[in-house]
């Protein structure tokens, strides 16, 4: 297989038409770029669909310049979006770019790869900033289909936002980038950088899209904020039961766009140990992804309890007295065990998604005594166990 037919499997576009080809062809390193907004703390398989194909440029010799956008999380990337982005603050900005550094780094070459941020250009004097913006039109950007609908809809687009493509593009200028990856809905993005490239007489780049990897529920876009994700930091036993969740139907997807596979033949069940198996191998070992079908097995196909679970000492923040009695609220304990909210532990019980023992917990019982808890084990959803333990 030819660099160029390795590069172009799994790729949704690459654009101009034969531009990537002309580019291989000459034999020098290109600077393959992709911008990541650290604007939540954690990478999940849907970034890895990137990432990998980021890996393969390394491995046929070129660039990687991974860009953390310090300076546009500030604005908020409105791609896909149907409302204004919170802005997060510099401190939670900063605090996810490095947590971003390290989680790419379980996909990436670390020594192939030239990590900037782009407030080092970006935080620029008024003068220089007047000049970037007066290279383009307000026509031009609004031709992005994201704010197009929100203008047919009513909806408000901040200035922040109607700017956020031309300092995404400027950051192209600035590393003076041959190519620029990105998922189908970064697609507007990724060209209008080439105009601003052109207004500034620097070579333009190459565009390559890559198809958005669906979430565990097999129809949205994978994401944090829809609880739709696989984190590549989940421990394992958690990322081999959210695989084993996905449908049947997404299966495919999946092999391919984090595998570079199909699914095996057989039956759908037997794919998917092996895709939840493969990929937990990838980001934790064979031997804690052996481990993590084991404790599946324990769970859902025994309905048994893990060896291996935590446990956890009731304490006066729970509601415990002095002398050991007391009452704790369900809702607030989960809350602190499984670092969720309260009002997310009291739905979890509603729905009878809270056991005690193996047992449901009945709705309407938010408050139980300290001795109808103690010693017994905790199980909240399918996947998360704790013991817990009387002072």
């Avoid at 990724?190 to 129809?219: C, K």
């Avoid at 449901?360 to 001795?371: G, H, I, K, M, Q």
Wanted: proline content about 6%; charged content about 25%.
């Amino acid at each position: 297989m030819s660099d160029l037919e390795m590069l172009m499997r799994g790729v949704e576009e690459a654009l101009p038409e034969g531009q990537l080809a002309k580019q291989l062809a000459k034999g020098d390193p290109l600077r393959v770029k992709l911008g990541i907004d650290p604007s939540t703390a954690d990478i999940h398989l849907g970034h890895v669909v990137v990432l990998t194909k980021l890996a393969q440029f390394q491995q046929a010799g070129h660039t990687v310049v991974l860009i953390i956008g310090d300076f546009t999380a500030l604005v908020g990337d409105p791609s896909g979006r149907d409302t204004t982005r919170p802005v997060l603050t510099p401190g939670q900005i900063e605090a996810n770019a490095q947590t971003y550094q390290e989680q790419a780094f379980k996909v990436l070459d670390r020594d192939r790869t030239e990590i900037r941020h782009n407030r080092e250009w970006l935080d620029m004097p008024a003068q220089e900033l007047f000049r970037l913006l007066g290279r383009t039109t307000v026509a031009r950007l609004l031709e992005r289909e994201d704010f197009t609908k929100r203008i047919r809809a009513d909806q408000p687009i901040s200035s922040l936002e109607l700017i956020y493509p031309v300092l995404q593009g400027y950051d192209s200028v600035a590393i003076r980038s041959d190519v620029e990856l990105g998922g189908t809905d970064q697609k507007f993005n990724l060209l209008f950088a080439r105009d601003i490239q052109r207004a500034y007489d620097v070579p333009e780049q190459s565009v390559m899209t890559l198809p958005i990897l669906p979430g565990t529920d097999g129809r949205q876009k994978m994401s944090k904020s829809l609880g739709n994700y696989v984190g590549v930091t989940d421990p394992p036993e958690e990322m081999f039961g959210k695989l084993m969740s996905i449908p049947d139907e997404a299966m495919g997807t999946y092999y391919e766009l984090l595998l570079g596979d199909q699914p095996p033949a057989g039956h759908p069940a037997k794919a998917k140990r092996e895709l939840a198996r493969r990929i937990v191998e990838r980001f934790h070992g064979a031997e804690a992804a052996r481990e993590a079908e084991a404790r599946f097995d324990t769970v859902h196909v025994s309905h048994g309890v893990p060896d291996d679970i935590p446990e956890f000492s009731l304490s006066a923040a729970d509601g415990v007295a002095a002398g050991g009695g007391g009452q704790v609220h369900l809702p607030a304990l989960i809350a602190r065990i499984f670092e969720i909210s309260s009002s997310e532990g009291r739905r979890l019980i509603a729905q009878g998604g809270v056991r005690l023992d193996g047992e449901s917990v009945a709705p309407d019982r938010l408050d139980l005594p300290v001795e109808e808890l103690s010693g017994r084990v905790l199980q909240v959803g399918k996947r998360r166990f704790v013991r817990l333990l009387a002072p």
